[in-house]
């Protein structure tokens, strides 16, 4: 809750409390929901399209794509457990940079910091000086609850390590993520080489697309590959073109999840470093 100027007013309690805020969290925070909502919502169905097209069109015995079907459902339940944990994380990163923005604005006067902020200050810095126990026993109720809080969410240092190992994380998502994006291109491409022949010197009955050379069936897959226009037609359908931009989107969510991540570290470092060096005086 906004602290009123002397003065008080609405305009003057919303543009404090907007000075207050924590902007790169905020921003980060966006990006991580929309993100993760990509990479989630847009995987999930990319993955249910593409166990369609490998049973219709790559092989007609269930026994060679069981093993499949069994890792993009656990790839399925996964996401489901992808999108809570960072729906968590985001919220506990972004109540982290209200607070320790709050503390660092207060060291350099910004502003008069909710309770909140102030809690959380005497928290980081050690206490403020000159304060008894007289005035520790006429505080605020609130004050203690979030000085409380404070001593758990007024550690930047930790997020920051945290959110690093995260970041790491999420970079083989990312790089694993671009891997069926690279094979529905692959297949794109030799598609249009069907389509126009004259850009290929290669038999049109030779452009196959094989499942089993990336590893999604095995060498004893029948048949296992499409070619010519049999492939061309397999492009042209709807599933096809959907599963393949599905799988873009949830590369492009991954990414923008990475970017938050990011985001949320740099914020994190600023305020670690300014907690540590004007609130304690020391190097680290």
């Keep these: 809750m906004c602290q009123p100027f002397p003065h008080p007013g609405l305009l003057d309690c919303c543009a404090r409390c907007l000075i207050g805020a924590p902007f790169a969290s905020l921003v980060a925070t966006g990006l991580c929901f929309l993100g993760v909502a990509l990479f989630c919502g847009c995987g999930h169905e990319a993955l249910t399209g593409t166990e369609h097209l490998i049973e219709t069109y790559f092989s007609k015995n ?22 809570a944990f960072f729906f968590l994380f985001g919220a506990l990163l972004l109540a982290e940079g209200f607070y320790t923005t709050g503390a660092v604005r207060q060291i350099f006067g910004d502003y008069k910091t909710t309770i909140c902020g102030r809690g959380l200050s005497a928290t980081v810095t050690g206490g403020h000086k000159g304060r008894g126990s007289r005035g520790h026993r006429q505080a605020h109720s609130m004050e203690l609850v979030c000085h409380c809080l404070g ?10 390590g945290i959110t690093y190992v995260l970041a790491i994380i999420w970079l083989l998502v990312l790089a694993c993520s671009a891997v069926p994006v690279y094979i529905y291109f692959s297949t794109w491409t030799t598609c249009n080489s069907i389509a126009n022949p004259s850009k290929t010197s290669a038999s049109i009955g030779n452009l196959c697309t094989d499942a089993r050379m990336y590893g999604v ?31 873009i989107a949830a590369f492009v969510g991954a990414a923008i999840t990475l970017v938050a991540l990011l985001t949320f570290i740099i914020a994190a470092t600023y305020n670690f470093a300014v907690l540590k060096l004007m609130g304690r005086g020391t190097k680290f």
């Design 62 to 83: 269930y026994q060679d794509y069981e093993f499949l079907i069994d890792v993009i459902h656990d790839f399925q339940y996964a996401i489901y457990g992808v999108a």
């Design 151 to 160: 001593k758990w969410l007024g550690h930047p240092d930790k997020f920051v």
């Design 217 to 247: 069936l095995p060498w004893n897959a029948s048949p296992g590959r499409v070619c010519g226009q049999s492939l061309l037609s397999i492009c042209k359908t709807a599933e096809f073109q959907m599963t393949f931009h599905l799988f």
